[in-house]
């Protein structure tokens, strides 16, 4: 487990299956749209410039909203600040779900009791409501109002997962042994445990960045955040009640709206990249290998090089399978059985 | 005696990306009916890729390169030729499996599935292949059980309830289930102790002698194969070293592989001698020298020894019939002309 997570980082990326590289391309390329996307904006988001309602041109990629404000400029600062709120979701919660869940199965006794309370007692509080009526009471507070919001809502999940995943690697040998040999709990914990669920808190992490997009947009979207502040959200909101749908400008929603799509979709193939990067196992399981030049699944039967190389392909042996010679060889193995 | 499986010239390669690992090169291999033949050695010789290579049950990236596998079973050859398994497609093979080769995997006994019971999962092998009504597959489920000696009342035991020699019967009993004509036998004991283990090898020869099918017992230990088997093949990096009669080869190793297995575990009888064991490590696969693969772990080897083709050849001094084979050239120094080898790798194929 350890070295197949720490191998070499272009060995990992030659085993990645395809849909985690297209995935780390699609993700790589928002985060460096969000990072170099404020300096090199035409305009200032909130800028106002004389054209209003223009669809897409030279001057304006997006076009522009009815207040004559530049959308490309809006989607570029709306990527860097979603993203931002994402990633800063993403990394509190996955750090309170490890600690509360690696704590809660590791020392358990009266502090799993405790710990496995608190954390079902935050799984079943519904979380739209609540999200709802803290953000309509702290909506002037800007991003900090629903990092807080997001995450206080967003750790017990992971927490559940890894305590669950951490009580079935505590009763390995490996753990009793290591603390036989003296090791201190807190060790025991950083280098023997965590590293067994590195595949696990990342895919957390990776679905809990997810969540908070889907989440900040809505909320944004219902007006239930700082709404002068250019997130994806906000850019839709505006959109909404600027009537941009009835106005016919579509991209003045559409831009923003695709972002998050592609946003969600490249985490997604993230994911289950990191799944399979994890537990090779699943690689090894899953779809075709190539085998001197053909798709072989893992039932097939073993391939024959001479056949593999008289082959005609799949096409060709699927309209050879009408001919009456492959009738015939179809029958004469088996006899009768 | 007539052959029923009969691998010939058989080769197998896992390709991978720093190129092809030769795991089985160019094996002759038969197996006659009622015949035990006992394929042994060590780790990552070769010996299990042959068996499922032969029935098909590798995954990619295995890939057979060349050699035949003629299956002649009693139900498949009434007024036909031996079917070739190489040739044969999905539904064919799946025909094939069980009903006339049977195979009891390496550590079967971890093969049962924990939550059904074990009624239930032979239930399950016996009308996939047999296609019984359900109260005469009960029926023989229960007489499955008979046969390898576990009351009939564990029927409806969980794996868990069952020991470790139990539950390997029980797997032996499903392999028997369609009455098959070959079993392949996977280091069917290896996880047992030597009394568990004695009493399912004395029940798997009574099964032979009753029921008359006959085995391809994969091993890594040679002395369990001298009293089992009655033939032995011994494997060496993808290639076989010897063949021959289990007696002969106790008595008369012909090659100093097989010499140097036999003197790795004691003797009951005899004086005390010390053990020597085999020094050095397998070789790389990857990239095949020519000649014999024993060579830096051969304290004989001589000049011919990197030469030769790796074909089979009669130990001099030995009857024709007898079938006692080696690849080895300084016992058999005829094989390293080609001419000799070539007619002597003919004989291996037709003994």
Not at chain 2, 274 to 281: A, D, E, H
Request: aromatic residues 6%.
């Amino acid at each position: 487990m350890k070295s197949s997570v720490f191998r070499s980082g272009a060995n990992i990326w030659r085993n990645l299956p395809l849909k985690a590289k297209v995935g780390v391309g699609l993700f790589g390329f928002f985060v460096l749209a969000a990072i170099i996307g404020p300096q090199v904006q035409p305009y200032t988001p909130g800028g106002q410039t004389p054209l209003t309602m223009a669809a897409p041109s030279a001057q304006h990629w997006f076009g522009t909203t009815q207040t004559g404000q530049d959308v490309l400029s809006q989607v570029l600062t709306g990527i860097r600040l979603t993203l931002e709120l994402a990633l800063m979701v993403g990394v509190i919660v996955t750090v309170v779900s490890v600690l509360i869940g690696v704590t809660s199965a590791f020392l358990g006794g009266i502090w799993d009791d405790v710990l496995s309370l608190i954390t079902n007692v935050f799984l079943v509080i519904p979380p739209l409501p609540l999200l709802i009526v803290l953000l309509g009471y702290l909506s002037q507070q800007g991003q900090t109002a629903t990092v807080v919001v997001l995450s206080l809502l967003g750790w017990p999940w992971g927490a559940r997962v890894i305590r669950a995943q951490t009580l079935a690697i505590r009763g390995r040998d490996f753990i009793d042994a290591s603390r036989e040999t003296g090791e201190k709990s807190w060790r025991i914990i950083v280098f023997e445990l965590i590293p067994n669920e590195v595949s696990l808190i990342a895919a957390s992490f990776v679905n809990t960045v997810l969540y908070a997009i889907g989440a900040s947009v809505a909320l944004a979207f219902v007006g239930l955040t700082n709404v002068n502040a250019w997130s994806l959200g906000t850019v839709l909101y505006w959109a909404q009640t600027d009537s941009a749908l009835s106005g016919g400008a579509w991209w003045w929603f559409v831009p923003a709206g695709l972002a998050v799509a592609l946003i969600g979709t490249s985490l997604v193939l993230l994911n289950s990249g990191l799944d399979e990067l994890g537990s090779p196992r699943l690689r090894a399981t899953r779809g075709t290998a190539k085998v001197a030049g053909h798709r072989i699944w893992p039932t097939d039967p073993t391939p024959v090089l001479a056949q593999l190389e008289a082959d005609h392909g799949r096409l060709g042996s699927f309209l050879r399978s009408f001919s009456r010679r492959s009738l015939l060889e179809g029958t004469a193995v088996g006899g009768d059985l | 005696m007539a052959p029923i499986l009969e691998i010939s010239d058989l080769s197998v390669a896992y390709r991978s990306e720093g190129g092809d690992v030769h795991a089985v090169e160019h094996v002759s291999l038969t197996l006659n009916a009622g015949e035990v033949v006992g394929l042994c050695g060590e780790s990552g010789s070769g010996k299990s890729t042959l068996a499922y290579g032969a029935t098909r049950l590798l995954r990619p990236p295995a890939l057979i390169t060349s050699g035949s596998v003629r299956y002649s079973g009693r139900r498949i050859t009434q007024g036909g030729e031996p079917a070739d398994i190489l040739a044969m497609s999905h539904r064919e093979l799946a025909r094939i499996r069980w009903r006339e080769v049977a195979i009891v995997f390496q550590s079967a006994m971890n093969a049962l599935n924990p939550v059904l019971r074990v009624q239930d999962q032979i239930l399950d092998a016996v009308t996939a292949h047999l296609k019984l009504p359900r109260h005469e597959a009960k029926e023989k489920a229960a007489s499955l059980l008979d046969l390898v000696g576990i009351p009939r009342n564990r029927l409806r035991a969980y794996p868990h309830e069952l020991s470790g020699g139990m539950r390997q019967r029980v797997m032996i009993a499903m392999a028997l289930a369609a009455d098959p004509d070959v079993v392949i036998m996977d280091e069917p004991t290896t996880a047992l102790d030597v009394v568990v283990q004695r009493d399912i090898l004395a029940q798997i020869v009574e099964l032979k002698e009753t029921l008359g099918f006959s085995i391809l017992f994969i091993t890594h230990d040679l002395s369990l194969l001298l009293e089992l088997a009655d033939r032995i093949a011994v494997m060496y990096a993808g290639r076989l070293m010897e063949t021959g009669s289990s007696q002969e080869l106790m008595r008369e190793p012909a090659h100093p592989y097989t010499r140097g297995l036999l003197n790795s575990f004691p003797s009951l009888h005899g004086a005390k001698r010390q053990l020597v064991g085999i020094p050095g490590v397998p070789p790389d696969l990857r990239d095949a020298k020519p000649g014999c693969p024993f060579i830096p772990r051969c304290g004989y080897a001589i000049d011919a020894c990197s030469a030769v083709d790796m074909s089979l050849a009669r130990v001099p001094g030995t009857p024709a019939l007898a079938g006692h084979l080696t690849a080895c050239p300084i016992v058999t120094p005829q094989v390293s002309a080609p001419d000799g080898a070539k007619q002597a790798s003919q004989e291996g194929v037709a003994s």
